[in-house]
């Protein structure tokens, strides 16, 4: 599986950015697929997730400023970001999961998801 991450940039304050994730190597689409991010020195954070139904979730921080979707058939995820804040600056990840179920809630933990893009670099910044 390859995830290919790209929209990531220098923008200021207030601004909008979108990331686009497209995924290859699988016939089917992901059973959940996510955003991550890692601010330096910092752990990774879970920003949004969503299943292959539609079911989403965010972090508080991404609440009501980010918007996750999908277009299964282009396979490409999507991470809509408004109202960028000098704390959204980081390196922001895909990840998949390509298992045919998941078990439980929808949530933002690294474990679930087995595959990861190599990231595209978010710089908010007057």
């Known amino acids: 599986v390859q995830l290919v991450e790209s929209g990531g940039g220098l923008v200021q304050p207030g601004g909008s950015l979108r990331l686009s994730c497209v995924a290859s190597g699988y016939t089917y689409s992901a059973i959940r697929m996510a955003w991550f991010r890692q601010a330096p020195d910092k752990e990774h954070e879970g920003v949004a997730a969503i299943d292959t139904n539609g079911k989403t979730t965010y972090a508080d921080s991404a609440k009501g400023r980010f918007t996750i979707s999908q277009d299964n058939a282009k396979k490409t995820l999507y991470l809509q970001m408004n109202s960028l804040k000098p704390e959204d600056t980081a390196m922001y990840y895909c990840?998949?999961?390509?298992?045919?179920?998941?078990?439980?809630?929808?949530?933002?933990?690294?474990?679930?998801?087995?595959?990861w893009g190599q990231g595209t670099q978010v710089t908010v910044s007057s």
């Open positions: 990840a998949a999961d390509y298992r045919r179920y998941y078990v439980g809630a929808l949530m933002l933990r690294m474990g679930d998801f087995p595959y």
